[in-house]
T-cell receptor, first 116, second 113 residues
Framework: DTAVSQTPKYLVTQMGNDKSIKCEQN?????MYWYKQDSKKFLKIMFS???????INETVPNRFSPKSPDKAHLNLHINSLELGDSAVYFC???????????????FGEGSRLTVL | AQSVTQLDSQVPVFEEAPVELRCNYS??????LFWYVQYPNQGLQLLLK??????LVKGINGFEAEFNKSQTSFHLRKPSVHISDTAEYFC???????????FGDGTTLTVKP
């Protein structure tokens, strides 16, 4: 069973389109994240949700909108895609930090977005 | 605020040679330290972590790391690498009280035959 799964794995689209990436975790974790990895492999956090509530929102354009219908799911919707949005997007989860856990992250396999 | 600096962006080594990947961090509070590995076309997975106690921590695949508080370092080592260790390695730090993990820029380890 895949612990953190995200779909689609690959996404190729035109500039200006709107697209979504879905993420699900079956680890029972309370916190989920979206990370962006650029072509140089740099990894930057975008958002974090704890029990469906947004707790981290880095300086990400408003075109990116995360949605968490329940604590096991965190989706990422991107409007008006731009060339610079091309990257690999990783979903991750961790157990609630406040419960004394260390915040170790469990990552999905990534979704490679290519904007043409 | 906290930051992580991985001192080498690329480390090429021959198979069966020892390797050290260097990581320095900066933080005004106590932190937990992590090393993650990313194999080609895969997500990141935890290699090892330092929480407290013994400064030498052992991880999967024969890797180990040593926490040095005075030098604010957490270098990763392996005495003998394999071709299969070729991957991207990320050092990360997290505040023990709360907050997000901050990642270094990664080190590409390439093991050559």
């Amino acid at each position: 069973d895949t612990a953190v799964s995200q779909t689609p794995k690959y996404l190729v689209t035109q500039m200006g389109n709107d697209k979504s990436i879905k993420c699900e975790q079956n680890l029972g974790h309370d916190t989920m994240y979206w990370y962006k990895q650029d072509s140089k492999k740099f990894l930057k956090i975008m958002f974090s949700y704890n029990n469906k509530e947004l707790i981290i929102n880095e300086t990400v354009p408003n075109r990116f909108s995360p949605k968490s219908p329940d604590k096991a799911h965190l989706n990422l919707h991107i409007n008006s895609l731009e060339l610079g949005d091309s990257a690999v997007y990783f979903c991750a989860s961790s157990q609630d930090f406040l419960q004394g856990n260390t915040g170790e992250l469990f990552f999905g396999e990534g979704s490679r977005l290519t904007v043409l | 605020a906290q930051s992580v600096t991985q001192l080498d962006s690329q480390v090429p080594v021959f198979e069966e040679a020892p390797v050290e990947l260097r990581c320095n961090y900066s933080s005004s509070v106590s932190v937990y330290l992590f090393w993650y590995v990313q194999y080609p076309n895969q997500g990141l997975q935890l290699l090892l972590k330092y929480l407290s106690g013994s400064t030498l921590v052992k991880g999967i695949n024969g890797f180990e790391a040593e926490f040095n508080k005075s030098q604010t370092s957490f270098h990763l080592r392996k005495p003998s690498v394999h071709i299969s260790d070729t991957a991207e390695y990320f050092c990360a730090v997290r505040n023990t009280n709360a907050g997000k993990s901050t990642f270094g820029d990664g080190t590409t380890l390439t093991v050559k035959p």
